[in-house]
C-alpha cells in the first residue's frame, strides 16, 4: 500500500471502519474503547439485509504498526483466525493477511475448496483497505511534500 505503516495502523486502529474494508462485514454496532488492544472487540453485523447476523471479533495480538491478530465471528457459520501483517517498504507498506476458519461449518470443506475462497474475499479486503490507507488526507499531505 502507497502508505506508511503508521498510516495503516491508524485505519486498522478506528473499528468504526471495519465494514468499509472487511468484505462480509455491514455494519458497526459498538467498538470497545481499548480497540484494537488485546482482547478488545468489535461488535459487528454481517449479511445482507434482512439476513444479517450480529457477532464479533476479538484482537488476540496486536503490535502497533506491525501485526494485528483476530478471531471474528460470525455464527453459525463459525469463526475464522485472521492476521495481519505490516511491513515497512521503499513504496509505503507491504500488507498481509492470513485467514482460516477454525470453528463451525466452514471447517468441514475441505481446505482446497475453502482456501480459493477465502483468497478472493481477502484479495478484495485488501483492495477496500488499500483504497482507505491511500485516500487518508494526511497521507496525501506526506506525498505530496515528498
Given amino acids: 500500500m502507497h502508505a506508511s505503516p503508521e498510516t495503516v495502523w491508524e485505519v486498522l486502529s478506528d473499528g468504526w471502519l471495519y465494514p ?4 462480509g462485514a455491514t455494519r458497526m454496532r459498538d467498538v470497545d474503547r481499548t480497540w484494537p488492544g488485546e482482547g478488545a472487540q468489535l461488535h ?3 449479511g445482507t439485509w434482512p439476513v444479517v447476523i450480529d457477532d464479533d471479533t476479538t484482537v488476540l495480538e496486536s503490535r502497533p504498526r506491525e501485526l494485528l491478530r483476530l478471531e471474528a465471528k460470525a455464527w453459525p457459520g463459525g469463526s475464522a483466525h485472521v492476521a495481519l501483517h505490516l511491513e515497512a517498504h521503499p ?6 493477511i492470513e485467514e482460516d476458519v477454525i470453528k463451525g461449518p466452514g471447517k468441514l470443506m475441505p481446505a482446497v475448496l475453502r482456501l480459493p475462497v477465502l483468497t478472493w474475499r481477502n484479495t478484495e479486503t485488501m483492495r477496500r483497505l488499500a483504497y482507505i490507507v ?3 488526507p494526511h497521507e496525501q499531505l506526506r506525498r505530496a511534500r515528498a
Fill in 91 to 96: 513504496e509505503g507498506t507491504l500488507v498481509r
Fill in 20 to 23: 468499509l474494508w472487511v468484505v
Fill in 44 to 46: 459487528h453485523s454481517v
Fill in 134 to 136: 491511500e485516500r487518508r
